[in-house]
């Protein structure tokens, strides 16, 4: 048997992470083999959490380039689970190919565009090749309505990747962002 590849997308504050662990939970509720991964974006490494707004933690291991996966993968593994997946090398993209060929299934969640508008490659890749995407939403710090796509940067400074929160980023809706961008 193949695994299957899940993909979860949207913006920033849209449930991507919680969605994930969702999945996590009913596969460990199954007394499946599970393994979550991060990138480690400040060379930090070893075992760190992933965590839900709600309390449901996991341990995460950080890797800063995609094959490093392998190192972790054995027979019993039944699903991957990869966090922030836009901040991953696209080589991530055979990887996982390789991980369902195994039998293993794949979740991963990360972000669909840049505050630009543009596509993070990785993560559009793997919307390509999935068996099931989620897109999610997020609630719009502009209207209030349960409808927003776009991470908006409120600060000028920082590049394309730049790594913040509430202090850089809002989540908008299409409407919103048009008004914000004077469109
Ligand atoms: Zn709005």
Do not use: W
Request: proline share 2%.
């Amino acid at each position: 048997m193949v695994g299957k590849i899940t993909v979860i997308t949207g913006p920033m504050y849209s449930g991507k992470t919680t969605e994930l662990l969702s999945f996590v939970e009913i596969y460990n509720i199954g007394k499946k083999k599970t393994i979550v991964f991060k990138p480690s974006l400040d060379d930090r490494y070893g075992i760190d959490t992933v965590a839900t707004h709600t309390g449901f933690q996991v341990k995460a291991h950080r890797i800063s380039k995609s094959d490093e996966i392998f190192d972790y993968i054995n027979e019993d593994v039944d699903a991957v689970f990869i966090d922030e997946v836009q901040f991953l090398d696209v080589q991530l993209i055979d990887i996982v190919k390789k991980l369902v060929f195994k039998g293993i299934d794949v979740f991963c969640a990360g972000l669909d565009i840049s505050y630009l508008e543009n596509p993070f490659e990785t993560t559009a890749k793997l919307l390509a090749i999935a068996d099931e995407v989620i897109k999610k939403k997020a609630v719009c710090e502009k209207c209030g309505e349960h409808r927003a796509t776009y991470s908006y940067k409120i600060v000028p400074n920082g590049g394309e990747i730049d790594i913040g929160g509430k202090d850089k980023y809002i989540a908008v809706c299409r409407e919103c962002l048009r008004e914000l961008k004077n469109l």
